[in-house]
């Protein structure tokens, strides 16, 4: 539902338009579960994130991804998503910037930059945005140019030497031709601190044959994790050469240059392969920021074991990330009763950063990652009306390469001598659709919604592993690939798969394809002015692929397309003279075929045994939930906003190759994705001054229950309560803004997210969000 801020001088809430359906349409007319945040909104909490905004928004889980996936999110609605960064993956929430559609998770970790208004679509929406909006989508809308001269600029100051600034213009190059240009920057040190562990601890230290890290610097810390450093830029161009016309051209840029994530060692588990260095000594201490994590790996030696050789390793603490896009968006009015919509859009990315969360000196795992890849949309839609319906055609074509090349140092596993790797993936995608969706009038207060698209996917992965020790494709590194995805062409026993690999060490491309056709459904009826109920059934999925990840040719499986068929009823109304909006909902989704790791079993030629990482299709689920929303106007100048959801999960069907492995499944009743509970409560009141100025105090608290991160995790994202305060100043002519913020305001140590290996025999890491942190921010609007 929306939410917005408070004046002084409105009476009742103001309505919220929304184009979730490709039309304009008033937010509690629209037969959705939606959750529209506006700009006033996002600047009366001080949010700069996409993370921040979903924060209120009910049975949404919208994170910062693990250190170890770079610059993405964990994205989850409905408990429904993905995790996992990997090109081979797709998301399961589409994410959109006026209506051009972001395809990884690399890259949607959107900074809140000039929008208009963020709406969050809960439950599959198969038949208008299709591929990979399986769990729901959000959808980011930019203010257009109007020519009116306008704008504002920012600076924001804070803790951890925070300095961030934002500024935009309107600018008219003609009666009919206007500008708008937008940039932000950000920097601020890192909140977890990386300790030298010989410089802290000596004695143990020494007794554990561990040495300094040290490189000169004065005292124990070697730097910080969880630092920013980006810039941005946007430039939209409005054209209306006619009154029927309308073009846009965009452009925009990020240069981020950020540390590496934030993350600590929350359990050392029992490690043979690393030794009696190890132990829980690496351990943060509760409530603790800091690590023991150097990103360097200082064994060498070959393994017989793996057939790898391993050579001393280090690498820069980063995250660096930089993606660009162009769209151009035209809009045509043919008639009163029809209008054509083109959208062409291209992207790039590239993500380097570094893979390192053992949070010890020791050679746990090291890693640097380069990600790279393009992406081309193109969309045409026909709006139109024929007497009582209401109309939309039309196709969708998409394409995409993404190449991720890295380097994995691996102590944890293939005995003492570890394993030492450099990868090159490319996944190349396409996906053709076409779709139609038609709401009939049937009366005034009655309306029945059908939707229905078509989709076509494919996807190509080449993948390869080759010898860290040698620089280009020797002997030995030939050797040791064939190793890795034949078994036992190093140790003299031929591989039946042998001959495909002698040209460049890469395994032969994998194909995923498939085709499927979605539908909507949809009733809604107003009872009256002030209420309206709808019940829909709608289905969606998420592409299929390729695992990506493995020890043997025989692992590189395609995998199929998630689907979701989805029940859901719910309310819209608005009462008492429109000072409360209350919409709730109740859903049902039966979750097939969802693609999961696979056990050893699944796998062949496991002799010796290696772990098996390639992805099935090997479960089902079953959610159901609620979710209730409210905005309260009690009096002009006062605001409260209120949001709760439940949801709860079960297994309906799991393969029972999976279900063998009880290393994998560790709570069969307990899909993870998502907490149980989660709810969020904001209040603001603006007073006035004498002067024509108001000062509004705002305070919001949110709540999540405990929450699995993934399927194989032993370990839990505890519940957390957050409190965020702020005050707003804003002077009587509207031109002048100061804020001063305050986010976790009761210093709470919690996390983002969990990432836990321990099936692997390995350790529990987790992702810590910042401590209390204080802002300070001016803003002059012009």
């Not at 981020?256 to 030794?275: F, K, Q, T, Y």
């Not at 990868?423 to 029945?448: C, G, I, M, P």
């Not at 994998?664 to 904001?682: M, N, T, V």
Request: charged share 20%; proline share 5%; aromatic share 12%.
């Amino acid at each position: 539902m929306a939410q917005e801020a408070a004046s002084t001088e409105s009476e009742g809430l103001q309505e919220v338009v929304v184009t979730a359906q490709f039309r304009e349409e008033r937010l509690q007319d629209a037969p959705l579960a939606i959750t529209a945040v506006t700009e006033d909104m996002m600047r009366a909490r001080g949010q700069d994130s996409i993370f921040e905004v979903t924060q209120q928004a009910p049975n949404v889980q919208i994170k910062k991804a693990s250190g170890p996936y770079g610059a993405s999110t964990s994205a989850f609605i409905r408990g429904v998503g993905q995790a996992d960064y990997n090109f081979a993956f797709e998301p399961g929430v589409g994410m959109y910037i006026d209506d051009v559609y972001f395809p990884t998770l690399t890259g949607s970790a959107f900074e809140i930059i000039d929008l208009e208004r963020v709406e969050v679509l809960r439950g599959p929406q198969g038949t208008l945005q299709g591929r990979n909006a399986i769990g729901g989508s959000v959808r980011l809308i930019t203010r257009k140019p109007t020519g009116d001269g306008g704008g504002y600029a920012e600076v924001t100051v804070g803790r951890f030497d925070r300095l961030g600034a934002k500024a935009a213009g309107e600018f008219a190059l003609a009666d009919n031709l206007f500008l708008r240009v937008t940039g932000a920057s950000n920097t601020q040190d890192g909140y977890v601190k990386r300790i030298d562990f010989a410089c802290a601890n000596p004695e143990l230290a020494a007794q554990l044959g561990i040495s300094s890290s040290s490189t000169g610097q004065t005292g124990c810390e070697l730097g910080t994790l969880g630092g920013q450093s980006y810039t941005a830029g946007r430039a939209h161009l409005r054209w209306l050469p006619t009154d029927d016309l309308e073009i846009n051209l965009i452009g925009d840029l990020t240069n981020d240059r950020s540390e590496a994530s934030a993350m600590v060692l929350l359990d050392a588990h029992d490690i043979p392969a690393l030794g009696p260095a190890w132990g829980p000594w690496f351990n943060v201490s509760k409530g603790g920021y800091y690590t023991y994590e150097t990103f360097a790996s200082t064994t060498s030696g070959f393994n017989p074991f793996s057939g790898f050789d391993r050579q001393p390793y280090s690498t820069p603490p980063i995250n660096h990330f930089q993606g660009w896009g162009t769209a151009l968006v035209v809009d045509y009015t043919i008639n009163d009763s029809l209008a054509i919509k083109s959208i062409t859009s291209h992207r790039e990315l590239e993500n380097d950063f570094a893979t390192a969360h053992d949070g010890s000196p020791l050679a746990g795992e090291t890693g640097f990652n380069w990600l790279d890849g393009h992406a081309f949309q193109q969309e045409l839609r026909l709006n139109g009306t024929a007497g009582p319906v209401d109309f939309t055609l039309g196709l969708f074509y998409f394409t995409q390469k993404n190449r991720q090349r890295n380097r994995i140092d691996i102590g944890y596993i293939f005995g003492e001598g570890g394993f030492d790797f450099i990868s090159d993936e490319v996944a190349d995608s396409k996906s053709r659709a076409a779709f139609a969706h038609a709401v009939w009038h049937a009366t005034d207060r009655l309306n029945v919604t059908v939707g229905l698209r078509y989709s076509d996917e494919e996807k190509n992965q080449l993948l390869s592993r080759l010898n860290s020790g040698d620089g280009g494709l020797t002997a030995s590194e030939l050797c040791a690939f064939k190793y890795a995805v034949g078994f036992g062409a190093c140790f003299g026993a031929p591989s039946p798969l042998s001959s495909l690999y002698e040209a460049g060490g890469y395994a032969p491309v994998v194909t995923f394809a498939d085709d499927r056709i979605d539908y909507r459904i949809s009733i809604d009826y107003r009872w009256s002015d002030s209420f309206m109920t709808y019940v829909t059934n709608s289905t969606g999925f998420k592409s299929g692929g390729v695992s990506p990840r493995f020890f043997y040719a025989t692992h590189i499986l395609p995998f199929g397309m998630e689907e979701l068929d989805a029940y859901e009823i719910g309310f819209k109304s608005d009462l008492f003279d429109r000072r409360l909006r209350l919409n709730g909902a109740l859903f049902l989704n039966k979750y097939k075929d969802q693609q999961i790791g696979a056990p050893g079993s699944v796998c062949p030629g496991l002799d010796p045994p290696t772990p098996c990482l390639a992805i099935v299709n090997g479960q089902d689920s079953e959610y159901r939930g609620a979710e209730l929303e409210a905005t309260f106007r009690p009096a002009p100048a006062t605001l409260i906003d209120f949001s709760a959801s439940w949801i709860d999960a079960k297994y309906t069907r799991i393969d029972p190759a999976v279900l063998e492995n009880s290393n994998f499944i560790r709570d069969p009743d307990a899909p993870p994705g998502i907490p149980e509970y989660k709810l969020s409560l904001g209040v603001q009141h603006g007073f006035a001054l004498p002067n024509g100025s108001t000062l509004t105090p705002r305070i919001d608290y949110s709540y999540e229950a405990e929450r699995k991160p993934a399927v194989s995790n032993a370990a839990s994202v505890p519940a957390f309560g957050l409190v965020n305060a702020r005050v707003t100043w804003l002077s009587a002519d509207g031109e002048w803004e100061t804020a001063l913020g305050v986010t976790n305001l009761t210093d709470k140590y919690y996390f983002y997210n969990v990432f836990d290996i321990s099936t692997s025999g390995a350790w529990t890491a987790a992702q810590p969000a910042p401590p209390r942190e204080w802002s300070f921010t001016v803003r002059r609007s012009f």
